[in-house]
C-alpha cells in the first residue's frame, strides 16, 4: 500500500474566551495539549495517552482531544479504541474534519483480503471529508485507494459494480491531481487501480509517471512511499512476466524499505521463478529474520507463506532436514490452506529420502486435507490439482487422472504470477505424466502433446522445455 499523508497532524488547540472554567485550569489543559503533542511526535503514544487523558479530564467536551487521543491508539495499533475515540469527536463536533478522515485510515487498516467490510466504512468517512472539505486531496487519495480494494482483475468479465467502482478510483486519482498537480503518488494509486483491472500496461506507465519525480515523492512521503511505488511497478511487471524487470525494482523496494515484507516475499518467488534457489533461500532468511526478531511482526498474518517457500527451496536443493524443520514449523504453529501443501512437500520429501511408510502416511494426511478443502469449495481447482499429486506420489495413478481430468473441466487458463504458471497446462503435463506411469502411452503422448501445444501459445517457455523432456523420454 502506498500512502502520502498517514495522519492529520495533531490539533493545535489555542484555547480563547473560556467562560466555565478558571484561567489556572486553562492553562493546566494547555499544558497536558503541549505535553501529549510533544510525546506523540516523539513516537511515546502511551505517554501522549496519559497526558491527552489529563486534559480531557478537564474539558471532556472538546473534540479535538479525542481525536488527537485516538491517534494515538491507532499508532499503537488498537483500532477499535482508536475508532471509538474518532466517534466521540463526531459526536461532539459533527463536521470534526480531522475525526472522519482520521476514522477513515482506521477502518482502512481493520480491512484485508476477504474482509473487505471496513473499507467500506472507510470510503464512507472519506466521503464526509470531501463534502465538508472539497479541496482535501489526501481524501480523495486515500479514498481511491479504499475503491482499489474492491477491484480484482481475476474474474473477468466485471459486473456492473466491479467496473464502476475501478472508474471512482480511477476519477479520485485524477481528483488529486487537479487539485494538487505535485501529489505524484496519485500517479501511483492510478497504476494500481490499472493493475487491479488488468491493465498492466497503462499501470506501467502510471508507475514511470510516479518514478520520474522520486525526489518529490521522498518529501511528500518517504523512503517508504518511494519502496511502495517500486514495489507496485515490480508487482505489475510480475504479472507480465517481466521477471528480470521485476527483480530490479523489489531490489529497489528493499533497499529502500528492508523490512517491506511484500517485497521480500515476491522478490524469492522471483527468483524461485528463474530457478536461482540459493539467492531465493537467502531473501525468505532475510524475512525468516524479521518475523523471528523484530517484535513488530510476531503477529505477521502471511508468516506460514515464508515457512512454505524456504521449506519448497531447502527441498529443491536437497536440504530435506532444513526443509522438513520448516514445513512442520507451518504445520505447528499457523493454521492455514496451506497446511495440505505442507503435509505433500512432507512425502516428497520422505520419497527423496527413501523412507516410504513416512513418505505414505504424509501423502494420506495431504489427501485426507485436500478431501475436506474439495467438500468446502467444490470448484477450486488447487485442491483438485495438489491431490492428484499426492496420488501420483503414492502410485494410486487412477485417482490422480481423475483428479487432473477435473482440473481441465474447471478450465483455469491464465498464468499464476508467483510461480509463472499455468494450472491448466500443469494438468495436462501432470495427466500426461499420470498415464505414463500407469503404462498408457498413448494417453500420455496426447495429453502432453496438448499442454505442449497451449505452453507454446501463451509463450511459457520453461513449461514447453519440460513437457519436450517428457515426450522424449516417453
Known sequence: MITRRTVIGITLIVLIGLTSWGLAGALEEQQYIDQGKAEYNRGNYDAAIYLFNKAIDLNSDNEYLYNDRGMCYMALGELDTAISDFSKAIELKSDCVEAYYNRGLAHFKQGGWGNEGPFDLAIADYSKVTELKPDYADAYYNRGLAYNQFVYYDPKPFSAEMNATYDKALADFDKVLELDPTYVLAYAGKGNAYYRYGDFDNATAEFDNALDSMALILEQSDGKGLAGVYASRARNYKEMLEINKSISDYEQAIALDPKLMIALSHQASNYVMV????????????????????????????????????????????????????????????????????????????????????????????????????????????????????????????????????????????????????????????????????????????????????ANEQGLKETATEIENLLADL
Open 275 to 454: 530457478e536461482d534457489y540459493e539467492k531465493a533461500l537467502e531473501t525468505y532468511n532475510a524475512e525468516i529474520d524479521i518475523l523471528e526478531n523484530d517484535p513488530d511482526y510476531k503477529d505477521y498474518a502471511w508468516g506460514y507463506y515464508t515457512y512454505k517457500g524456504r521449506g519448497a527451496c531447502c527441498y529443491e536443493l536437497g536440504r530435506y532436514d532444513e526443509a522438513i524443520e520448516d514445513f512442520q514449523t507451518l504445520i505447528d504453529d499457523y493454521e492455514s490452506h496451506y497446511e495440505p501443501l505442507a503435509y505433500r512437500y512432507l512425502g516428497m520429501i520422505y520419497t527423496e529420502k527413501g523412507d516410504t511408510e513416512k513418505a505414505k502416511q504424509n501423502y494420506d494426511k495431504a489427501v485426507e486435507l485436500y478431501n475436506a478443502q474439495i467438500e468446502s469449495t467444490p470448484d477450486s481447482y488447487g485442491g483438485y490439482s495438489d491431490r492428484g499429486l499426492c496420488y501420483l506420489g503414492i502410485g494410486e495413478y487412477d485417482s490422480a487422472i481423475s483428479d487432473f481430468e477435473k482440473v481441465i473441466e474447471l478450465e483455469p487458463n491464465s498464468v499464476d504470477a508467483h510461480s509463472g504458471k499455468n494450472a491448466y497446462i500443469e494438468a495436462y503435463k501432470n495427466l500426461g505424466i499420470a498415464y505414463s506411469a500407469s503404462g498408457d502411452k498413448a494417453k500420455a503422448k496426447e495429453s502432453l502433446e496438448e499442454g505442449l501445444k497451449l
